[in-house]
């Protein structure tokens, strides 16, 4: 069953259609544990503004974080606040000043809104911005029937992509600024954590042209969607040993590069331990606390490179995403296990906590999945 | 009609076999035009050497000019010399403190003896070496039936691929050196000559994941091979046009990126115009004499950089082949369009003379074609 | 007699003081050679925009251009036009929507005015931005007594410099970009060109470490300059032969990096022909027209890398001279030669034509030099 | 009181001596604490060998470990074997194959013996090969009388140094790879522990025109040498917080670079948390153990590239050595505070267990110092 229905069949609305007062939304009403189906105000379209219709949102773990209200979240958010930060959307309308889109148009967007006054904002860095708010995390996000973005966050998706993929562009950054953070074409690769981040690297890696591109998980079915997304080998960490099949399967050699998506400190751990000396380990996996490493070791004694990785390029990521999707490279539908109704976000964040998904795609109020 | 027979067909006679004391060769006598086939004598191995027996030999332009005795050739080539720099053979003795291979095992060959000493061997860059010697050239080469090399130029051919395509991993290596010049996933590639070479450089490009690749050359025969090469579009240079042609393919943008195979200044005028401010040219092709630019329009005020290439880094580009090769990612066989008795070398000259043929390889006397 | 004077002794007038309605500028008229003082009407500060009070402004080679109206000029500027894109002033006005800075601050400024759409913009190399409008060549520049900004383009001058310095930032940060295209620490450069930029070229590579700076020119008088800037080595090139005075100084190694300032055909094939295997040559300097190269043997077979350098990158480029400028490590003032009354610009185009100066800084009406 | 004395002092006897049979050594004869002094055999001249009368020789902390024999010596180091791996020699004898250096000539060395066929020696990456065995640890050192050296290791010192620096650029090369590692002109660096690699480090640091250099360590006695190899300022770690005192002398920008040189848990934690977002720590100071981090707040959010850092690039290190040396652009005398005969080498074990020394240099028997 594949719940990816192609982009032809999605003709939008007219956007000419009166906007209503009032959305529902997915609200993070207070500090502590949950989330809200509410009415809210339909937003208003400020000066360097799109006011967007949603049309399919996807589910983050972070999202679960805050629906938990773990430290980080109650150390961050601010209720109440519309959460969803990976979406897509139809241009509805343009604030002053805007003059790049036109109605109509579909919009996938950057999450980060930056300063542009910092010294990363003004040196072609601004993923790493000093001053990053984010959608759906620090101000309203895309879980509604509208949402307001800044016009310079929008990116016009693919024309040949169905929705569900131009909703995850966002995670996609993620894991082609990942991929892309070192050599790939002609390398030795492993994704250690198979999440839908770690899905979409796999099939970034196998697009641009990794020799070998390794995929490791504890969950059997995350495994299994490694398999549908081309991994040329999967690793269950829970029951083989790391390191022992990746330096069968590279002749000895061991890897030029890991792609960390877990957070996991075995993984790191066993990773280092697998790479070549010089080789380079790139980390978008958050830990849930500190941990140790034995860097003489791990890290110095063989003269390895680790690269903390945060967001996406600000836009060179978008300008890769764009080619890789466009040209049809890269097909991402695979990780994309379920669609389900906004509506249904409670389900959705119990599906996820089961470990039984890939990428969980919600379909607003109102929208035709 | 494909002329590639599979790996497995090709089982190498024991090399226990009494070595002869004179062989086949097709050598350049003398100053002046022409090559003959002589007998020569077999060379002896010496220290730090391996003795193959030639399986398979490409023909590359060069070949050609020494053939018909160009300026270059004649301010170069020292007759009497074996011609032949492309080639695999088969290891039948090694010299003296040479540990690393084994008899009859398959090696492909770095035709750059390098010195070692200078700046460039000492800081990773052999690959321009300021006292370079090249098989074929400078010493005696592949085009007979044995030839020793530096046991240190020799590569250990992939077992999965047939004897036609170990022969050309030099020339191979050429274009994995000017396609890995410059960023090249998810991007857009214009390939400027499709001899072998820009051939191979389309094949590398596609593995590497470049979301457009684009060929042009004059030749309609050598454009069909482009489109077995999996270009993504090609042009007619002789009746095209490929500034518009290009703009027209990249949605406006321009190319993220040149690979120049063909040394002719219109095409590299063409490219540069047609690159994106900030792109990349990465130069192979050896024009016939020297050209001029508009310096300040093509390439100062866009921000280009321009890439000189020359042989292969040693021996990173070796490590690259064997994954592109390993990895099936890419496929040369669609570029080898004629497989030849070596015996037929002025048959060879001809059929290249007349550009109707991508890469020709020849069967050296006794084996097996 | 050295013109500049510090900073302290150069405390501006009160910024409260009523605006005039008019002031004097140095105008491009009409299409043909020269140019005019004028009463023209003190600009109007828009968004986004800052108002300054023009303290000093430096003249360049452009301006000579202009004034000629060579062919280059008469494509591309409109008069009439205020001339002057290299300055340093004091914030008068803010503009709406300006929050950042305050009035009384001295302020230098990039001199392009970037879309900030187009790929180049938006992937952090809005130094090659495909829509660059230029201040004093495409709209009014600082040639005048008062002159607005763009706000993004305006970066506050280090408190330490002198007047004279911060309104040469603009052109040095055309050397810093050229010196820090490549490797400059521990590594033997040579200026080719020795006009100012050349000049401030030779104290970027001195302060950042490279080991040899060499530095060329047909000018004595430059050639004293170059001296003064802390060149470890000067050559007349229009007495000495480049190449081999370059393979004395370099005990045969020959350069890792030219900077090439001069634009002119043989010392870029010089410069070539003595760089390394392997080095690289960014090129600053432009020809007046196209010109050939012997690409085999000066670029293909040596595996250079040429780098088209136009501009400064926004913004790393102003942080590294704030650093070098701020820090004291570099010192530009035996460049900067002459300061004369704005009012002068004719006699200051007089000098320039005659080779008898290094950088000539105007200081405008009112203003004390 | 400056212990360095000019090199011109310093004329060698001659070469053509004849050679005594045996000589005197520092040897870790057994397993376990302590060393001897010891007659042995001169050693035998091998093929491709330089046979070295020991001039100077550096006293390294990682001799400390193999006195002490710590948990890192007793499983690495096979006795009896004579110590160190920092020195300058006069070449004696050249061994069968060598034809580059003549008697007489004075060599510093490389101290790694690496394999030539590991992926890292076939990529230019020999200072991570997988097989590297170490002069003075692995192999007998240069704590003697004479030492045989791999003639490709040997490195021509240059020859406006005096023999004390010479002997020292093993460890000069550590600091020149870390402080290479990542950008350095024009930024701001911190280097976390002034032992005497990070004193050189320092030197190399301003040498290549950082523009702020702060140094860091919890000794007096060590931050005062920092002083006089020009750090711009200095912390004591100890009793200042480390973290505030940057930001105040970066003016809240943070810095650029941290070269870590302590292993010092906390001087990693805080370096990190004060670089600026996007900025690089390469590290090569080795912990005693494990420790941890807490990678989201310092690595990941931040987009941080940690390098690990091990030997010298074989040879780029040694070529930028000698230009910074040779120019005279680096001067490391200040942090070379004692010159002893070798047989005190206890005595000069104790000094630097007693945290009262900078460099210490050993003078062999025979040797004037």
Not at 79 to 94: D, I, S, W
Request: charged fraction near 20%; proline fraction near 6%; aromatic fraction near 6%.
């Amino acid at each position: 069953m594949n719940p990816v229905i192609p982009a032809a069949a999605k003709a939008p609305a007219a956007s000419s259609r009166a906007l209503p007062r009032t959305m529902k939304a997915v609200v993070k009403a207070a500090a502590g544990p949950g989330a809200e189906i509410r009415d809210v105000p339909v937003p208003a379209c400020g000066a360097g503004e799109l006011l967007l219709r949603v049309l399919r949102a996807g589910v983050c773990g972070t999202d679960l974080h805050i629906f938990e209200w773990d430290r980080w979240s109650a150390g961050r958010v601010r209720p109440p606040v519309t959460l969803g930060h990976e979406f897509v959307g139809e241009v509805v309308e343009r604030g002053a000043e805007v003059a790049e889109f036109r109605a109509g148009e579909r919009v996938a967007c950057e999450s980060h809104i930056v300063c542009g006054h910092c010294v990363a904002c003004r040196t072609g860095n601004s993923h790493v911005c000093e001053n990053t708010r984010i959608l759906g995390v620090d101000v309203n996000g895309g879980f509604a029937e509208y949402v307001t973005v800044p016009a310079v966050n929008a990116w016009r998706a693919p024309a040949n992509i169905p929705l569900e993929v131009a909703a995850v562009m966002e995670p996609l950054g993620n894991a082609v600024h990942t991929v892309f953070a070192g050599p790939v074409a002609a390398s030795s690769l492993a994704v250690t954590g198979c999440g839908p981040i770690g899905l979409f690297a796999l099939g970034v890696a196998r697009a641009a042209g990794a020799s070998r591109v390794i995929a490791s998980d504890i969950s059997p079915y995350r495994l299994d969607l490694a398999r549908r997304m081309n991994a040329d080998a999967v690793i269950d960490a829970g029951r083989e040993n790391f390191v022992d099949r990746v330096r069968q399967y590279t002749v000895g050699r061991g890897l030029d590069g890991v792609l960390e998506m877990s957070g996991n400190p075995n993984a790191v751990r066993d990773g280092l331990a697998v790479l070549r000396n010089g080789g380079r380990m790139s980390m978008l996996g958050l830990p849930h606390e500190p941990y140790e490493l034995d860097w003489n070791r791990l890290v110095i004694f063989k003269g390895i490179t680790l690269h903390g990785i945060i967001g996406r390029r600000m836009f060179e990521t978008w300008y890769q995403m764009d080619n890789l999707l466009g040209s049809g490279r890269l097909d991402l539908r695979p990780a994309i296990t379920h669609v389900m109704k906004m509506e249904q976000f409670n389900d959705a964040v119990g599906l996820l906590r089961s470990g039984q998904a890939g990428k969980v795609v919600l379909v607003p109020w109102g929208e035709q999945g």
